[in-house]
């Protein structure tokens, strides 16, 4: 049985802004996180609650515009944090290149579908600065058109995938054959 979320009006904003508050201090007070300084105004609290129902949706994807400094990776980190997601976010150095780009797409990749006790939900952040090689941009379309960049893996590292895949795939579908057909397809479907 599939979870269906329910949206409620806010009829009180001051107890959804004392919500995102005590969030908001919670990311905070957590040891790994950078702190953020936020003014939960009210455009950012709406903001806050569209990313998050967008984030919350099968496969959700959220093309954020706005000027530099307005908060669009903040409320959406917070968002994350509400959601219970991993955040992933490219560190650009300089040298940073395409193979660079395949491999974060690759560590991404693993954590959302077999690292840990089970499957992440994750949310990755780009932005127009993290274009470093025209190349980026169409690995990103393809991952949002089909869920996998083609030709990323070669067919030892299909292998190894495939290998942590098979604890997970037997849990998920008792009754299937694993074959690397349908291992291919169990791990395309959770990074989806």
Not at 3 to 30: C, G, H, P, W
Not at 34 to 55: C, G
Request: glycine letters at 6%; hydrophobic letters at 40%; charged letters at 30%.
């Amino acid at each position: 049985m599939q979870n269906i979320a329910v949206y409620e009006e806010v009829t009180d904003s001051e107890k959804l802004r004392t919500y995102l508050n005590d969030q908001l201090k919670m990311f905070n007070s957590t040891p790994k996180a950078k702190k953020m300084d936020l003014v939960l105004f009210a455009d950012a609290i709406t903001h806050v609650a569209k990313i998050y129902r967008v984030m919350r949706m099968k496969r959700g994807n959220a093309f954020l515009v706005g000027v530099g400094g307005s908060g669009r990776h903040s409320l959406s980190k917070l968002s994350a944090f509400m959601a219970k997601m991993h955040i992933l976010q490219l560190e650009v150095t300089k040298g940073f290149g395409l193979k660079n780009f395949r491999e974060f797409i690759k560590d991404m990749y693993e954590i959302a579908s077999f690292r840990g006790k089970d499957k992440l939900d994750c949310l990755f952040i780009f932005s127009d600065n993290d274009v470093i090689e025209e190349s980026f941009l169409e690995d990103i379309q393809n991952m949002l058109s089909g869920g996998i960049v083609p030709n990323m893996y070669t067919n030892d590292d299909m292998n190894k995938l495939r290998e942590e895949l098979r604890k997970p795939f037997k849990k998920a579908h008792k009754d299937q054959v694993e074959t690397s057909d349908a291992l291919n397809e169990f791990f395309v479907d959770r990074i989806k």
